[in-house]
């Protein structure tokens, strides 16, 4: 961050007289400059009244031939951030001119022109950077002198970055092209934003037929839907979006969990065309263990209500090429056959290549009964269920065949099909399990309180906060009373979408258990292969 002090003018005829900047990386201060400069030509009066640099404090300064210079060394390598900054480089590139000197050509981030794009002016009345200071509380402020005005640039742009940072800019490209003038299309339908509540939940556009076209969540609504309406937001289907948009409606919610469970809700219920983000979450995969005549491992998009007529689940996978790997493995452990032929028991068929490769027991040919093929899948299911060591023993021992071989490829190959099944299988293990549990109450600590939220059957059915100075039980109470009721679902469904069930486990684990109805247990992860 620099600032600079000058005698006014323009910066062929004006000179500097006082340079002040800070060097940040990752919010952190690395250092700091600071002098005055010697400007060779008087001082004008109304700079000192503004400023209060005196003729007599630049007496003894070194000339810009020095100090210009050294803030150059300084600044090697940084982005030049200023405010107003084609002012400051315009004084600095003079006196580059002037020392015969090349213009590094840093890159230039001007704080003035990203306020202009970034913040509404219902929010601020000009981009001044004491307004600005004011806006986002700098613990330092601003006051025409060159460091103090740096630091507070410092803080100013952090306060930027906060607020581009919800919207995706995370880049200095992204950045740069942040001040890009908003078309007053876009613009125009800042008045969308105007009464949705400043807290913390989801927000849907709409367009004039009442069709959800976003859904997104955030914690503070109004400010982010406002964001949609300036330069910040440069996705091209955001911007496509705004226009179609009509209204905005919001849902508040009591925690940031419960907002991004409704989030996930509700983008798999109306499939919004501007969301890329679980959209399809039927796009999830199960392997499936069959119930044929002679069973096999079929990849499926749902779990039905068969286990008691012998189907096994695995799984869910996030792509068919995962769950196809999966039954490489168990396929290659147990035995099973690979086919998908329907075949009948007592009616012959002709073999394919695996089984003239004795790689497949063969049942379609007729020569291996119901009787012979019954113990393979039953040791598929007991694979499936982690009630059988098979997998890891014949996955393992191939792939030490194979090394031995020199064969590294397909070692390799072999154990990403055996990560591919272990990870299925704990999967199918963990979400069945959680489905399976009535009630799990769940509390974690967050300023000023706890948040509650109370799981049934895999799914979130109560969320609420609880300030430090209300007695918890009563909160608890309170929330088991109102909770949603779940019908308990038929195993392996956990009764919730598989990425709630998910987002759920992974904030349990990090909470503190306040009750549990029922018996939960979840499997023991099995340590990667790699």
Known sequence: MVDLETTGGSPTEGRITEIGAVKVRGGEILGEFRTFVDPQQPLPAFITVLTGITPRMLEQAPTEAVAVPMLMDFLAGCVFVAHNAPYDTGFLKAACSRLGTAWPRPEVIDTARLARAVLARDEVPNRKLATLAQFFGTSVKPTHRALDDARATVEVLHGLLERLGTVGVLTLEELSTSTRKVPHQRRNKRHLADRLPEAPGVYTFRDASDRPLYVGVSRDIRRRVRSYFTSAEQRPRMTEMVGIAERVTAIVCATDLEARIRELRL??????????????????????????????????????????????????????????????????????????????????????????????????????????????????????????????????DRMAQLAAQERFEQAAMWRDRLDAAIRGRQSASQLRAFGQVPRIVGAKGRPGGWDIHVVGHGRLVAATFCPVDVDPRRVVRSAVAAAEYVEPPSPPDTGALIAESRLLLRWLDEARLVDVEGRWTMPLRTPSTT
């Open 267 to 396: 983008i798999a219920q109306w499939k919004p065309p501007y969301n890329r983000r679980s959209r399809h979450p039927e796009k999830n995969v199960w392997l499936k263990l069959t119930t044929e005549v002679f069973p096999r491992l079929s990849v499926v998009h749902a779990v039905a209500d068969d286990e008691q007529r012998g189907a096994a689940y695995l799984g869910p996978f996030g792509s068919r090429r995962d769950a196809q790997a999966a039954a490489a493995a168990i396929t290659e452990a147990t035995g099973l056959r690979e086919c998908t032929q329907r075949l009948r028991a007592g009616k012959a068929s002709p073999g394919c290549v695996l089984a003239d490769l004795g790689k497949c027991c063969a049942p379609c040919t007729g020569q291996v009964g119901i009787q012979t093929y019954s113990p393979v899948v039953d040791r598929a299911r007991q694979v499936i269920l982690e009630q059988h060591p098979a997998l890891e023993q014949a996955i393992t």
